[in-house]
């Protein structure tokens, strides 16, 4: 089965919005064991439509058409199909008396131009919008069955999930088995790793695939068939033992996701001092629900002030050492853990940029602390040439790598532990040249 996607709109076009709806289609499908062949972008123009459903009919089996279904007059989905098809419009009574009902509800009257989202073409079937107004249809062309999807992510991803995927499957029935596993890592780049894995011998029907996205590279292995699917598990075994501590997790997205998951299932308690990273480390965990089992707090102490008043930070330190040093990283982390007493505390001080670095303290330099009930370790990080916010995104990065990695119990990265919490102990992570690009695919 070949599948295709187009996608319409001036404003996806044109650059003024980042199509996720595309990343997080063709992601899915990967993980459904469905790749996607083909990706086009249109705009709001009913000829281009036409003509390229038209085209594109004739070499697709199946064709996901997002946007262009709403009630505005550059809304024109639904007409370009009826012309690319040569038939008529027709309202779907039943739809139409779906909004009358809907509308009733909430005591409201159906604005007349919504009501242009009942049209579709004659020969389209209906496919239901569970989260929002505008249904969606399929219909065959040529020999391409095109579904089209609300450009709303919301309703999108709900009838990919509830419609799509089930008719994909009741349609064509993959006839090859498929799996796919993921490995997330951190601190090196995708050449650096291809470099790596280009060595080791990689059984027939296993592909890698790589996905740089700061501060993370993905690496992705695919298994087409019944064989290759069962030597999956001793290849990722063997990859996981190439890449070493390289490997963060594991179908997972992001660092701060399994971080979230380990101190849930550990039951374990978490404070957190900032001041370069400003709120984006505590903001990566509460993005996920149940974080506040585990957060005690995170405090933003941007000013020496705040780090003496609110931390406790004395000024004898930030004379001597400086606001970015390993010794005020320390006492932030010490001083934040034990505010309510928490199994851990992170802290992260230093100079984001694009200004107010020195030559002994150059942009780029972060100082990280970990802190536990009877140790911490604290590293210094040098992310010279990197945009303020990569600077930033990576240190959040490596602080919840250090954090993970004592939870795991892992000395493989060169920490040593003490039961003198007054001991600075440098932690072994150094990022490589290529891993920050800031690719944002």
């Known amino acids: ?39 086009t972008t249109v705009g709001d123009r009913m000829d281009d439509l036409v003509n390229l459903f ?23 989905s639904a007409e370009a199909l009826a012309r690319a098809l040569g038939e008529d419009l027709v309202e779907d009574k039943d739809w139409h008396r779906h909004l009358l009902e809907l509308f009733t509800k909430i005591d409201r009257k159906i604005p007349d131009n919504m009501l242009k989202q009942c049209l579709m073409p004659v020969s389209a079937v209906r496919v239901n919008n569970s989260e929002g107004t505008a249904p969606g249809f399929r219909a065959k062309l040529n020999k391409a069955w095109l579904f089209f999807t609300p450009g709303v992510p919301i309703e999108f991803k709900a009838m990919v999930e509830k419609e799509f995927i089930p008719f994909i499957e009741e349609t064509y029935h993959p006839a090859q088995a498929t799996r796919l596993h993921k490995l997330l890592t951190l601190g090196h780049g995708e050449s650096f790793l291809a470099e790596k894995l280009d060595k080791m011998s990689i059984p027939e029907g296993i592909t890698l695939g790589y996905r740089p996205s700061a501060p993370h590279v993905e690496i992705k292995l695919f298994a087409r068939g019944d064989k290759p699917i069962k030597q999956l598990p001793e290849f990722i075994k063997a990859v996981k033992n190439t890449l070493g501590t390289a490997v963060v997790t594991e179908n997972c997205p992001s660092i701060a996701q399994a971080v979230h998951g380990m ?22 965990l509460v993005e996920f629900a149940g974080s506040s089992a585990y957060l005690h707090q995170g405090l933003v102490t941007y000013s020496n002030q705040a780090k003496q008043k609110v931390l406790g930070v004395s000024a004898e330190i930030l004379e001597r050492f400086g606001a970015v040093s390993v010794e005020t990283a320390k006492a932030m982390a010490l001083n934040v853990r034990a505010l309510s007493d928490s199994d851990y505390a992170l802290a992260t001080t230093g100079i984001a940029g694009p200004d107010g670095g020195s030559d002994d303290k150059p942009v780029g330099t972060v100082c990280i602390a970990l802190a536990s009930r009877n140790t911490c ?16 995104v990576m240190s959040c990065a490596v602080a919840l790598d250090m954090l993970r990695r004592a939870i795991l119990a892992d000395d493989s990265s060169g920490a040593k532990k003490t039961e003198d919490p007054n ?12 891993s920050l690009r800031e690719d944002t695919r």
């Not at 038209?54 to 024109?76: F, Q, W, Y």
């Not at 604290?378 to 010279?384: A, E």
């Not at 102990?425 to 290529?434: A, G, K």
């Open 1 to 39: 089965m070949k599948l295709e996607m187009i996608c319409t709109g001036e404003e996806v076009l044109s650059g003024q919005i980042v199509d996720t709806n595309a990343a997080w289609f063709a992601d899915t499908m990967m993980n459904h064991g469905i790749e996607l062949q083909l990706r």
């Open 54 to 76: 038209i085209e594109r009919s004739k070499h697709a089996d199946v064709i996901l058409v997002n946007g262009g279904l709403g009630p505005t007059t550059d809304d024109l």
């Open 263 to 284: 101190l849930l299932e550990k039951k374990l308690s978490l404070s957190i001092a900032e001041s370069c990273t400003g709120g984006m480390l505590t903001s990566q």
């Open 377 to 392: 370790w604290v590293q210094t990080v040098q992310l010279k040439n990197r945009s303020r916010t990569i600077v930033r």
């Open 423 to 434: 001991i600075i102990v440098p932690y072994s992570f150094i990022p490589c040249s290529d």
